[in-house]
Structure formats: structure tokens, C-alpha cells
């Protein structure tokens, strides 16, 4: 009987040890983590943009820096570029030249051999303003008459101040073209009265951006008259300007090369700023370009829409738990973006697995991509998930274990 008292004893207490190991183990162990259940993103469906794009020459828009043509037509070859040309003189002397801020750079004095150039331009029917020999002008007078102006005769002569020589220029220019990529465009001359200066609407686009981004020759191809000592007024030989927000760039014309227009507009969709360079190469004339300019900024901007892409609350995934709570993985902010044409726009969730969370704890985010962009929003969970407590615990021993 005592060996019987004994181990009911014994068992009572052991089954109570046990059953306080187990109420400890329970009660402390980790609850099992959740992941999220993503919900599958649909992207939007927009029609495909229609540039008005002309049937002659070459033609192409882009937006700046990007790299890349929006649209494109026409030749596909490098084709010549006339006065478009003065662009990159400028850009290649103002890296052997450039003007401080604050300044007007260097200065030019004009001789005898200034007044040749003239005569020699005037001779052969070139683009030319009057210089007289002792004068001086500055460095940016000077480009002021390149670009506003299209002067051969002061492009002939600021190439010889900055290189001594057109010959050495042109080697200078092309080695400066082959740096910046435009594998397709060669120059032969600095005025562009030469033929064999030409390039492609995909590097045009290049040489537009590079323009804009320069502090001097954006400030000048963006006047639409200059005022030059001993020169005058002169109008800019860009009509288009202040027009449908076109401030740039530079026009071209040659019998080899028809009319021509490197050209920057700044267009507003949705609240974000888009800067646009686009060309038309080989246009019967300039009132046939400035038309068509016209028409495929005008397209081009049309192209452009507003995606929303999340609003703040959106649901992209929820949890659930074993012990039945439910919390979604939502937005925390409005998120829109401009999209070109039928660019695709696709979004992928990173999610973290949860086991408690407080509402608005952030638990992952989603990461659209657009073109070659892409854009991050942050996801948290939009209400807690909280302990299930100490009498799930105890009755649901294999969901901890």
C-alpha cells in the first residue's frame, strides 16, 4: 500500500511537472511567421502614340538625355546637317575655351584676315555678318553671331582664335564627337557649309541634350534677338521660338541638306516637366519645317500620359494567420508617373513574412518599372496583428511546434 500511496504520488507530481513544462513551452514559444499573399498587378493599357513624323529627309524626337528616340523617320544614314553643324563648333571651343560664370570669356580682334573671310563667304553665297578690321568683340558677342545669327564668316574666325587653325578644329571637333558616342556624325568644316558635315536624328538628339545642358549656348539659342557692338541687331534665325514652348536650337540650311531644324520645347504632363529635342533634316524649305516642327511636337507631347500607379491605402497583398487574423499590405502613399505611348509598366512586391505587427509597421515595398525607370513605394500593414493569447497556445500545440 505505501509502494502504491508512493507512486500515485509520484506520477501526480510528475504529470504536473510535465504539465508545466508544457504550459511554459507553449506560452513562451515563438508564434510561426506568415508571408504575404501578393496580389497579381495588372498593368495599364495605353494606346500606342502616333508622331507626326514627315515623309522627306530624316526626322526623329526624343527626350533630352535620354538616349534613345522617341520616334523616328526617313534616313537612317548620316545625312548633312548644314548650320546644325555651328552647335557643335560651339561646344568644342567652349571645352578649349570656356567661359567663366560671371564673364564673357575671351576676346577676339579682327584684322585684315577676318575681312577676307567675309569676302570669301560672301563670295560663294555663305550666311555672313559685317566685320571691320580693329574691332574686338568678346568670346560670347562673338558665339552670339554663330548661333543666333548663323554667321560663317565669325564661326571661320572664332575656330581660328581657339585652334589657330579650321584644319586643326576639325580634328579636335571629330575626336570630340567620337567621345561623346555620335559614332554617326563627322564634320569636315565648322560653318556647315560643307556638305560632308553630317549626322543621324539619333545622335542629334545627343548633341541637343549636350547643348541644353550647356549654361552659355542654351542662354543664347534661347534669344530671339541679340544686340552685338559694331554688328547691330539681329534676329534669331530660329522663327519658332516662344511657339508651343520650343526655346531652342538651331536651324540649318544648304542645297544639299534642304531646310533644317535641331529644335528643344519644355511640355508639362501631369505636373512633370519633359524637355523634348527633336530634328527634321531636308525639308523643301523653312516654312515646310517650322510647319512640321510644329506637328510632330505637337504629336509627340499628345504621346504622353499620366499612369497613377499606387494611391495611398492600395491593397498589393495581405496576411493571414494561423490563429485567423487578417491584415492587408498596402500603399503608403499617391504615386503617379508620365508614361511615353504603350511603354510597359509592370510591378513586382518584396514583402517581409510577419509574425506580430503594429497597423502602419512597414513590411516591404512595391517597385515599378517603366522604360528604364524604376519607382519604389513603401507597403505596411494597415491594421496590428496581435498575440492570439495564452488559450490558443495551449490548444494548438502543433502550429508552434
Known amino acids: 500500500m505505501y509502494r502504491r500511496r508512493r507512486t500515485t504520488i509520484f506520477g501526480a507530481l510528475g504529470l504536473i511537472l510535465l504539465g508545466g513544462a508544457y504550459g511554459t513551452m507553449t506560452l513562451l514559444a515563438p508564434l510561426p511567421a506568415v508571408s504575404a499573399a501578393v496580389i497579381p498587378y495588372v498593368s495599364p493599357v495605353s494606346a500606342a502614340a502616333a508622331p507626326a513624323l514627315p515623309t522627306y529627309g530624316a526626322s526623329g524626337i526624343g527626350a533630352a538625355g535620354s538616349g534613345t528616340l522617341l520616334a523616328s523617320a526617313g534616313s537612317t544614314e548620316p545625312v548633312p546637317i548644314a548650320s546644325i553643324s555651328k552647335v557643335i563648333t560651339s561646344l568644342v571651343v567652349l571645352e578649349a575655351k570656356p567661359i567663366d560664370e560671371g564673364t564673357d570669356g575671351g576676346t577676339l580682334s579682327f584684322t585684315s584676315a577676318d575681312v577676307q573671310i567675309y569676302n570669301d563667304y560672301l563670295a560663294v553665297n555663305g550666311s555672313i555678318k559685317p566685320v571691320t578690321a580693329g574691332t574686338s568683340l568678346s568670346q560670347r558677342d562673338v558665339m552670339e553671331l554663330v548661333l543666333v545669327g548663323s554667321a560663317n564668316n565669325y564661326t571661320q574666325s572664332l575656330v581660328n582664335w581657339a585652334f589657330g587653325s579650321e584644319e586643326e578644329y576639325t580634328v579636335a571637333a571629330n575626336a570630340w564627337l567620337a567621345e561623346q558616342g555620335m559614332t554617326s556624325t563627322s564634320v569636315s568644316d565648322a560653318t556647315g557649309m560643307s556638305p560632308l558635315n553630317v549626322s543621324t536624328p539619333t545622335d542629334l538628339l545627343t548633341l541637343g541634350t549636350l547643348a541644353l545642358a550647356n549654361p552659355t ?64 533634316l531636308g525639308a523643301p ?26 494611391t495611398a491605402g492600395q491593397e498589393f ?85
Do not use: M
Open 217 to 280: 549656348i542654351s542662354a543664347i539659342t534661347s534669344q530671339e534677338t541679340i544686340t552685338v557692338p559694331s554688328v547691330g541687331e539681329l534676329d534669331n534665325t530660329n522663327k519658332l521660338l516662344g511657339v508651343d514652348g520650343i526655346d531652342g536650337i538651331k536651324t540649318g540650311t544648304l542645297d544639299e541638306a534642304g531646310a533644317c531644324l535641331l529644335f528643344s520645347a519644355d511640355v508639362t504632363v501631369g505636373g512633370e516637366e519633359i524637355t523634348l529635342v527633336g530634328v527634321i
Open 285 to 310: 524649305d523653312h516654312d515646310i519645317v517650322d510647319r512640321d516642327v510644329l506637328a510632330l511636337l505637337n504629336t509627340a507631347e499628345a504621346g504622353y500620359h499620366e499612369v497613377v500607379l499606387t
Open 317 to 401: 497583398g495581405s496576411y493571414t494567420t494561423e490563429w485567423g487574423n487578417s491584415a492587408s499590405l498596402v500603399a503608403t502613399e499617391d504615386r503617379s508617373t508620365v508614361v511615353w505611348s504603350d511603354t510597359p509598366v509592370t510591378a513586382e512586391v518584396a514583402a517581409e513574412a510577419v509574425t506580430l505587427t503594429a497597423s502602419g509597421d512597414d513590411q516591404g515595398s512595391v517597385v515599378f518599372s517603366v522604360g528604364g525607370t524604376q519607382i519604389t513605394v513603401p507597403l505596411e500593414t494597415n491594421i496590428a496583428i496581435e498575440d492570439p493569447g495564452a488559450w490558443w497556445r495551449l490548444t494548438n500545440p502543433s502550429k508552434l511546434f
